[in-house]
């Protein structure tokens, strides 16, 4: 597991609070459905630690996509205090086995979980060793957002943004 270097307030709030570009989720996309295509997943979704949904690829079924994000981040942040508990900085993976589905979350780059549904068709074993190799892939693909970033700098939201953004709060509380 990667561990999140030392750096200023400021530079946390940034490497935490990454964005994805189109042409990220493009990428990232592929990284997925190459996932799929090698491990027989049935689906895989990229959720970020705060429970919000990166992107899917897959079968995704009539699944209500905002809910599963929401309970494997609060389920993955409850494992996390457990693994604190018994001395661990923090489990990288978790499983879940169901009668005909089962779920694999798997941190990437301390930001994002690689969250995959499978059935028989597959197994633990081939889903745990392209996860893995999905999981560097992923990595990287954050490094170089990162890399954008601080070429890009911090986003200019222009002169009247914080004018503006009072106005509409002052006008929602009157």
């Known amino acids: 597991m990667a561990q999140t270097p030392k750096m200023s307030a ?3 709030l940034r490497y935490d609070r990454l964005q994805f570009y189109k042409e990220d989720v493009e990428r990232i996309d592929k ?3 190459e996932f799929l295509r090698l491990s027989g997943a049935k689906c895989a979704l990229l959720i970020d630690k705060e429970g919000h949904m990166v992107t899917k690829r897959g079968e995704v079924r009539t699944i209500d996509m905002d809910t599963i994000s ?5 389920s993955f942040a409850a494992t996390k205090e457990m693994a604190r ?6 489990f990288t993976a978790l499983f879940h086995q169901g009668e005909r589905d ?3 979350l798997s941190l990437v780059g301390d930001r994002t979980l690689l969250t995959i549904l499978f059935d028989d068709r597959t ?3 081939m889903v745990r060793l392209y996860a893995s190799e999905t999981a560097k892939k992923l990595a990287e693909v954050y490094r170089d957002c ?3 970033m601080d070429e890009r700098g ?8 914080g004018d503006s953004a009072k106005a509409k709060l002052e006008n929602l509380f009157d």
Request: overall charge negative.
């Open 85 to 90: 508990l018994l001395g661990e900085d923090e």
């Open 10 to 12: 400021n530079e946390k």
């Open 146 to 148: 990162l890399a954008k």
């Open 154 to 161: 911090t986003p200019d939201l222009g002169a009247d943004y």
């Open 70 to 74: 929401a309970l494997v981040a609060g």
């Open 123 to 125: 197994t633990v074993g």
């Open 102 to 104: 089962n779920i694999q």
């Open 31 to 33: 990284i997925l459905n």
